[in-house]
């Protein structure tokens, strides 16, 4: 996840994408609302947005339709995992994988799962996704800030892997690239996609990118 300041304990130095965050882990607890109800989960400094779900994952949640009720879903920059878990409660017969590189993010979704009875979530590193997996659907508040050139490169690896037909979801504050990004996906990505804005609120787009039949 991205695009708001994360606010990390004190003596937390390292961005919330650094692999290894620096400091103790310190849990907290915070009350949030994921698939329609109210639930208690764990967060901690040096990842993204500990003290809420950020306002650009609210939006993404609040515009996506529901997901596939089965298959490989993906959310993409997982953090502490309110989209993965979110996904993980609408859909208990999908597998969910949870991408990130900071590892204590993929902890804390590993402790948030297992909290809310959920053993449909894989939070893993990207290298221990399997290669032949595809995606019925990917859901992303998209890492902005590793900078460009990261960010295509992220997308170019993961976006092909949409299943024929799948969509993915991208949600990016406007006065972050949000328009910029729009415009690479329609024009210098290598495969066809079709991409469509879904939605602007409080200075966040929503983008649905679709890989066609053919």
Request: with cysteine.
């Amino acid at each position: 996840m991205d695009q708001e300041n994360a606010k990390p304990e004190a003596g937390v130095n390292s961005h919330y994408f650094s692999p290894n965050p620096q400091g103790e882990l310190v849990p907290r607890e915070i009350r949030v609302t994921l698939a329609g109800e109210d639930y208690t989960v764990t967060t901690a400094g040096g990842v993204f947005s500990p003290e809420h779900i950020d306002t650009g994952t609210r939006i993404l949640l609040a515009t996506t339709p529901t997901a596939p009720a089965t298959g490989n879903l993906l959310d993409l920059g997982c953090g502490w995992g309110p989209i993965a878990l979110n996904l993980a409660l609408e859909s208990p017969d999908a597998t969910v994988w949870a991408v990130d590189v900071n590892e204590r993010a993929l902890e804390l979704v590993r402790i948030n799962a297992q909290r809310l009875g959920l053993t449909n979530i894989n939070a893993v590193l990207v290298a221990d996704v399997p290669g032949d997996i595809v995606f019925e659907t990917i859901w992303s508040n998209p890492p902005i800030r590793v900078g460009k050139v990261e960010l295509h490169a992220l997308l170019e690896a993961w976006l092909p892997r949409l299943a024929p037909n799948a969509e993915a979801w991208l949600v990016v504050q406007r006065n972050l690239g949000a328009d910029s990004l729009q415009k690479w996906l329609e024009t210098e990505f290598s495969i066809p996609l079709e991409v469509l804005r879904e939605n602007i609120s409080k200075g966040f787009r929503v983008t649905r990118v679709r890989r066609p039949l053919n």
